[in-house]
């Protein structure tokens, strides 16, 4: 018969917290400090605002676990996406895993606009399409598609709300072929020669080596 959570102010350590089955109407300050929280159970309870109890919890980046049922807040229609959408941390809700398709249901229902920037630069997707056909290859599975080009490629960057493609997953691959290039260089600078060490030895300095990979 829990009503009240003043009891919690000086419990920072916390990281299971089972509050479930009693008479809670709102946690709005008693939570919030709470930020090493990583189990919460509130189900059962008479928590009525979705939008304040979900501002309580917004600082907890390690939570994981989160029941909020048989509140009367769960029978808010966008309930469940409202809350994988506030609460990115959490993986389990309402005893149920949070999957990859409610987080992008989540992301285009109260973010549309990064929803689109995501989507048109192809972050996440796979292209299930070889880049290219080597004879003998063993690591080729399937030959590589060909891509259908639309004509007149300077209509291309001016094309919004649609593919300029017969199939979309050709623009994802001519877009993966353009701008996903990531360069990594590595150096060992244990062999690389201080202004100190130079000035002693008094002597031509050996070009150092830098490896340097570039991945597509």
């Known amino acids: 018969q829990i009503q009240d959570l003043t ?12 509050l ?3 008479e809670l109407t709102d946690i709005s ?27 309580e919890l917004k600082g907890m980046r390690s939570l994981q676990t989160l029941n909020l049922f ?22 389990l809700l309402d005893r149920k895993l949070v999957t990859q398709r409610e987080r992008e249901s ?13 989507q048109s630069i192809a972050f996440g997707k796979r292209v299930n399409t070889a880049l290219g056909t080597t004879e003998g290859s063993s690591r080729c599975t399937q030959p ?16 919004f709300g649609r ?10 691959l001519v877009r993966a072929l353009t701008r996903s290039l990531t360069e990594f260089s590595s150096m060992d600078w244990n062999k690389v020669a201080t202004c100190q060490e130079r000035r002693l030895e008094n002597k031509a300095e050996k070009p150092f080596e830098k490896l340097t990979v570039l991945f597509r």
């Open 144 to 159: 590589a598609r060909r891509l259908i080009m639309p004509s007149g490629n300077g209509q291309l960057l001016c094309c």
């Open 163 to 172: 593919v300029p493609f017969e199939n979309p997953e050709d623009a994802v």
């Open 70 to 91: 048989q509140n009367p807040l769960a029978y808010d229609p966008d309930y469940r996406l409202y809350v994988i959408y506030f609460l990115p941390s959490v993986q």
């Open 29 to 55: 300050g008693a939570l919030k400090h709470l930020c090493s929280l990583q189990i919460l159970f509130l189900h059962n309870n008479e928590l009525k605002k979705l939008g304040k109890t979900v501002k």
């Open 7 to 18: 009891f919690l102010i000086k419990n920072y350590c916390l990281t299971e917290l089972y």
């Open 106 to 118: 989540a992301l285009h229902l109260y973010n549309p606009k990064r929803a689109w920037v995501v």
């Open 20 to 22: 479930n089955n009693n």
